[in-house]
């Protein structure tokens, strides 16, 4: 089935533990995007690609870090968990293009103690 | 930085009932787009509708509207009929006419009352 998986589904991590929170589209899209969605807060944007080898950042960078070796796959490490980084995290693709929908993956729950 | 506004954080309408969400957004650009994302308690985000804003006709998705108002800067949606169904999350987002990504408002709680 066409879409986007994120694995894991949820996790508990420690605080000042090293996380990496997979993502996978097979949709060929060549935007991929990170989001983190807190209560009250809304969905609000980490790290965006637009294509294969390049990234950039979005509105609460901090703490995170990206890579996009490929179309297909776009990991989200924290490289030092902290509490405050508790929250549900969203993958998302589309093509390029101010039409183009977003496709969303099924979220990641991070719960860091 | 473009901002969307949505105002009302809960709502709830009685099932067949219309309701309308409100949604504003601030930008200087002159061309964009606007969509409303749907996320039911099952966490994933659906794409409800859509409008390009160099059109003036409303967009319509079966019982899904828009209240498109340019010079106002302001975007609502109207559910007709409303079904136990939509109840859900629902956020407000713009996207410039480049390769941007979403800008989300905070997202309005509609429950329906059976």
């Known amino acids: 089935i066409a879409g986007i998986t994120q694995a894991p589904t949820s996790q508990i991590l420690a605080a000042g533990r090293r996380m990496t929170l997979r993502c996978t589209q097979d949709?060929?899209?060549?935007?991929m995007y990170w989001y983190r969605q807190d209560l009250g807060l809304g969905l609000r944007l980490i790290h965006y690609?637009?294509?294969?080898?390049?990234?950039g950042k979005g509105e609460v960078p901090d703490g995170y870090s990206v890579s996009r070796a490929n179309t297909d796959d776009f990991p989200l490490t924290l490289a030092s968990a902290v509490p405050s980084q508790t929250s549900v995290y969203f993958c998302?693709?589309?093509?390029?293009?101010?039409?183009?929908?977003?496709?969303f993956g099924p979220g990641t729950r991070l719960t860091v103690l | 930085a473009q901002t969307v506004t949505q105002s009302q954080p809960e709502m709830s309408v009685q099932e067949a009932e219309t309701v309308t969400l409100s949604c504003t957004y601030d930008?200087?650009?002159?061309?964009?787009?606007l969509f409303w994302y749907k996320q039911p308690p099952s966490r994933q985000m659906i794409l409800v509708i859509r409008?390009?804003?160099?059109?003036?006709q409303n967009a319509t998705e079966n019982r899904f509207s828009v209240n498109f108002q340019k010079a106002a800067k302001s975007f609502s949606l109207k559910i007709s009929d409303s079904q136990l169904g939509d109840t859900a999350m629902y956020f407000c987002?713009?996207?410039?006419?480049?390769?941007?990504?979403?800008?989300f408002g905070k997202g309005t709680r509609l429950s329906v009352i059976a």
């Open positions: 690609s637009n294509t294969a080898g390049t990234t």
């Open positions: 998302a693709s589309s093509r390029l293009g101010g039409y183009n929908e977003q496709f």
């Open positions: 409008q390009e804003a160099y059109k003036q």
């Open positions: 930008t200087s650009e002159n061309n964009y787009y």
């Open positions: 949709m060929r899209h060549n935007a």
């Open positions: 987002a713009f996207k410039n006419s480049g390769n941007t990504p979403l800008v």
